[in-house]
């Protein structure tokens, strides 16, 4: 089956960079939609970006203008680019892929263990 692997992960200053990387096993599937959502302790996990299958990419507000999300599907690759890391952006960073049908039935999903991504002052 299917799985995602997120890396990338570490500990940056504030203003630093990171890109996080999401590889999925299986060459022959493709998703709907990999998304980026991140989890900060005692905070619910959000959502930070998604790509679709025709690479139309979105963010939510507070990271527009600084992560960049991107798709390569003949690496099976996702990765997140982010740039002006702040502090609030400390949180374990998890892939999520999902395939739905053509009247958007989501039937799949699948989410990966994550990766740690912390940013000081």
């Known amino acids: 089956q299917v799985q995602l692997v997120e890396s990338g992960g570490g500990s940056v200053q504030a203003g630093g960079s990171l890109r996080l990387s999401c590889v999925y096993s299986?060459?022959?599937?493709?998703?709907?939609?990999i998304a980026w959502y991140r989890q900060a302790p005692g905070k619910q996990r959000e959502l930070v970006a998604n790509?679709?299958?025709?690479?139309?990419?979105n963010y939510v507000d507070f990271v527009k203008g600084r992560f960049t999300i991107s798709r390569d599907g003949a690496a099976n690759t996702v990765d997140l680019d982010m740039d002006k890391l702040e502090p609030d952006d400390t949180a374990t960073y998890y892939c999520?892929?999902?395939?739905?049908?053509?009247?958007?039935?989501?039937?799949?999903?699948?989410w990966g263990n994550g990766t740690q991504v912390t940013v000081s002052p």
């Open positions: 299986e060459t022959s599937f493709s998703f709907n939609t």
């Open positions: 999520y892929g999902e395939k739905r049908t053509n009247t958007g039935y989501r039937y799949l999903t699948v």
């Open positions: 790509i679709t299958s025709d690479d139309s990419s």
